[in-house]
């Protein structure tokens, strides 16, 4: 039972809008919804956004015009056709007929249409009866824009080298012409004396609708972006759209910047709107102009069509999604978070907030009411979206997949990071565990307690969380490794559900939800679902999973009888999805799920008839046994024998290893190069990206002895890379000096490794206390909660580094370079700062009393929260704005 949903209730169906117009009276909205083999046409009552009526009809059309009788004519790249009231075509031309094209303009009267676009000709038909009236060369380019005067005498033409032509409609002559840069949109005024045109750098002009001699330049289309200091230009946005309104003194155009903008005959920007982002998809989105002037309509992709009153006001108050991926769901209300923003619904009044994202992020809810964005950039916690949050981590945080798991406890925060897991304490803000794939990971959650884990990238993974190296269960899923995860979800007993799609491409899918029993990490069902593509899973209690489909359906199956429980709905009558991931998510205790359904809104449905609880799953981990030391340096790879074979090729998509990496740093910890299969204990073979992988010679000799029961470990590159970058044991005895030559070495260690484009090393906790790092390489590094008291480390580049709650008591950073920095409430009592540069450092909450930041430059550094009492800034840069203390 559909409880609430949230989103654009009107002007709204299944699938994306293509093409709109308004019927002749102004009364009704036109919009076509294109499907694989068939198109839906939708009319909607403009006053109050009901659907009226839909008509499906065979062939793909993108674009439509209402006719003064009732019928409309369609078209799409290739194809034009006359549907009658009848919802018959009365006339259809192929590709034959009209060559291809890309637009079509239909004259005032509704008598002819003229194709355009694909080329440097123009044809026009007859719109009563298909024929054929004439074609138009353009010597100078492609056509890109097409106008007919209202009274049907004339018409124009511009596009790809700027050359704008005005023709006598019954001779075809030529009256007059003007050149200028590209020309995307063409318009008429009411009365056929000014001519409009949108230049693709986003230039309006005015023209004489005869003589082409030029009236004025209305104004400009400009990306402009607001990054908290006001608005910035950010280069031109073509013009994609105009239209004159019907008292033929303003002119309303539309720009690849996303506003619409309203102009006086005179010059006068009078206006401006921004449009959704969802109606800015590609090319700009389908535009109309009602025939009354009083209607504006736009709609490209799935979420509603946007309609605006003359006078820029919104029709309907409701907000379309914008390309959603991730939602939180509670009782007091439910979140979504888009492409371009983050939207929060009160349940109990339907009270909308907007919280402005750039790219995907991530939801979780956390205790006490709390939630938890993963961005971009960082992670913050806040209370409500309006809210600017506590950040908790920050940087190589980022979780493109629109991916957080949080522990049953609150106090872990888990989330995808290229090909590894990563595991964040949440007040503390410090990286706690890593868990490594081969390949990008798509999905991670706990287990049933937070004891384990499990993730999703070219194989399933379990893991034991008090032992993350080594992956307890590795499972490959029938057929190999998925090329798409909708989602990944543990019940409360333990099952794990998997959301899968074997199909690369985005125009079908072969996908299945993938049972795994923990315990044996075997696979206990696959229950196939091909013909959408699945999307996020979750339990909505012991047994039973609840997946979405790309076409915005849900599905229940049972983990224990490895089975469906029910059919999807039945399909409808056009095929119009694509195969886009939708989330889902479950309550807490398993009573409602939220999803997206076809309409692109946000639904929230109840679920009866949960099953009993039962004991969680015994994974069956004993206590783990005390390690023995692992040695350092030259003792710790004794006993390796690697042989390398096929060709190491650098990639500019993964971190690939050179010989000197490879080879050299093998040996300088202790292991030996194997040159032959019998010889050897570790293996790694060379693969090449995106390139189906052939065993070599020797691969085929190591996997003949695996099979017999030698004891040789394959390791892929990024293992081998893992075992050759130095223990934390060996950082830091490095750093302190230990060993002989210790920084010297950490360098040359770090030169092979930058070499490579290889990241951060992980030194959080790190006891430096005193040492001497004058001449470390330390760039980007993070080193939360590090013990740095009366280090060295004067003049050091730390560009980068993260110092979040690290103990700086006395440490002597004087002339060191800080750009982006993070010392948030880090410990810098008495810290030697002076002439250091702070560009974009942060010491949000952080102790710096007594301080001396003599001569520093800090004019971009955040000091917010920080204790500043007894710190000296004699001479120092301060931010704008501030006083000095």
Not at 233 to 257: E, H, I, M, Y
Not at 640 to 656: H, P, T, W
Request: aromatic letters at 8%.
């Amino acid at each position: 039972m559909i409880r609430q949903v949230f989103g654009a209730t009107r002007f709204n169906a299944p699938g994306n809008f293509t093409g709109l117009d308004f019927s002749p009276d102004s009364k009704t909205l036109v919009a076509l919804v294109t499907g694989e083999k068939r198109t839906k046409v939708h009319r909607f009552a403009v006053d109050d956004g009901r659907a009226l009526d839909e008509q499906t009809v065979t062939g793909c059309f993108t674009g439509v015009f209402a006719l003064p009788d009732g019928d409309l004519l369609l078209w799409a790249r290739g194809s034009i056709a006359r549907l009658g009231q009848d919802g018959e075509l009365s006339w259809k031309l192929g590709e034959k007929a009209t060559k291809e094209f890309a637009f079509a303009t239909v004259s005032a009267d509704g008598a002819a249409v003229a194709t355009y676009g694909g080329d440097s000709v123009a044809n026009v038909f007859d719109a009563r009866t298909g024929e054929r009236l004439h074609d138009l060369g353009e010597p100078a380019g492609e056509i890109f824009a097409f106008a007919f005067s209202p009274d049907g005498a004339t018409f124009a033409t511009g596009g790809q080298k700027g050359i704008v032509r005005v023709f006598d409609r019954k001779s075809k002559k030529e009256l007059a012409r003007r050149k200028s840069s590209k020309i995307l949109v063409l318009a008429f005024s009411p009365e056929g004396s000014v001519l409009a045109g949108g230049h693709g750098q986003g230039d309006v002009h005015l023209w004489n609708g005869a003589s082409l001699e030029p009236v004025r330049l209305l104004g400009s289309h400009r990306f402009q972006e607001d990054y908290g200091s006001g608005e910035q230009d950010g280069g031109p946005a073509g013009c994609r759209w105009l239209a004159f309104l019907a008292d033929g003194k303003t002119v309303v155009s539309q720009g690849n910047d996303r506003y619409f903008r309203w102009w006086k005959r005179s010059g006068a920007e009078i206006r401006r709107v921004r449009t959704p982002r969802h109606h800015a998809y590609g090319q700009g989105p389908a535009m109309a102009l009602s025939r009354d002037g009083k209607w504006l309509a736009a709609g490209s992709t799935a979420s509603g069509i946007g309609i605006w009153t003359s006078d820029g006001e919104p029709a309907s108050s409701e907000l379309g999604i914008d390309a959603p991926h991730a939602i939180a769901l509670s009782r007091e209300r439910v979140v979504v978070a888009g492409s371009s923003g983050i939207w929060s619904w009160r349940r109990t009044d339907g009270t909308v907030s907007e919280r402005r994202a750039s790219g995907p992020a991530a939801l979780a809810n956390l205790p006490q009411g709390e939630l938890l964005i993963v961005g971009q950039n960082n992670a913050v916690v806040v209370r409500e979206i309006t809210d600017k949050g506590k950040a908790i981590f920050a940087n190589d945080a980022t979780s493109p997949q629109g991916v957080v798991a949080v522990s049953r406890d609150g106090k872990t925060v888990m989330l995808p990071v290229a090909s590894n897991v990563e595991l964040w304490d949440r007040a503390r803000g410090v990286r706690t565990a890593t868990l490594s794939h081969d390949a990008e990971v798509s999905a991670c959650t706990f287990g049933s307690d937070d004891t384990w884990a499990v993730s999703v990238s070219d194989a399933v993974r379990i893991w034991r969380l008090d032992d993350p190296e080594t992956p307890v269960h590795t499972i490959e899923l029938e057929s190999g490794a998925p090329e798409h995860c909708g989602g990944v979800a543990v019940s409360r007993a333990g099952w794990i559900a998997v959301s899968i799609d074997r199909d690369i491409s985005n125009h079908s899918s072969d996908s299945a939800l993938v049972f795994i029993d923990p315990r044996s990490g075997e696979v206990t069902a696959t229950l196939s679902h091909p013909d959408k593509r699945l999307g996020q899973v979750a339990f909505i209690d012991d047994a039973r999973a609840v997946v979405v489909d790309s076409a915005g359906r849900t599905r229940t199956a049972d983990a224990e009888e490895g089975k469906w429980i029910d059919e999807p709905e039945a399909p409808k009558d056009i095929e119009f999805h694509g195969f886009e991931i939708l989330p889902l998510t479950a309550s807490e205790d398993g009573t409602e799920i939220a999803y997206i359904d076809g309409n692109g809104n946000l639904a929230i449905r109840a679920i009866e008839g949960t099953k009993k609880r039962v004991t969680p799953f015994d994974l069956g981990f004993t206590p783990l046994a005390e390690k023995k030391p692992q040695g350092m340096f030259e003792e710790r790879l004794a006993g390796i024998c690697v042989l390398y074979a096929g060709k190491f090729q650098r990639s500019e998509m993964d971190v690939r290893t050179s010989r000197e990496f490879r080879e050299d740093m093998l040996l300088e910890l202790g292991g030996t190069i194997a040159k032959k299969a019998k010889d050897a204990t570790h293996f790694v073979g060379a693969r090449i990206p995106y390139v189906t992988h052939v065993p070599s010679k020797a691969e085929t000799e190591i996997d003949a002895r695996i099979a017999k029961g030698d004891k040789v470990i394959k390791l892929s590159e990024k293992k081998l890379i893992e075992m050759l970058l130095p223990t934390f044991e060996e950082s830091r005895a490095m750093l302190r000096g230990d060993v002989k030559d210790g920084v010297e070495r950490w360098n040359r260690w770090r030169s092979r490794w930058r070499t490579l484009s290889g990241g951060f090393v992980q030194l959080s906790g790190i006891d430096l206390t005193g040492a001497d790092l004058r001449k470390a390489d330390l760039m980007v590094i993070p080193f939360e909660e590090a013990k740095l008291s009366n280090a060295r480390l004067k003049g050091v580049n730390l560009y980068d580094c993260v110092f979040r709650r690290a103990d700086l008591r006395g440490a002597d950073l004087e002339g060191a370079r800080c750009g982006r920095v993070v010392f948030s409430n880090a410990d810098l009592r008495e810290a030697k700062l002076a002439g250091a540069e702070f560009t974009g450092a942060e010491f949000t909450g952080a102790d710096l009393r007594g301080a001396d930041f003599r001569d520093a430059d800090l004019q971009y550094a955040k000091l917010t929260g920080a204790k500043l009492d007894g710190a000296k800034f004699d001479g120092a840069k301060l931010p704008q704005g501030s006083k000095r203390p």
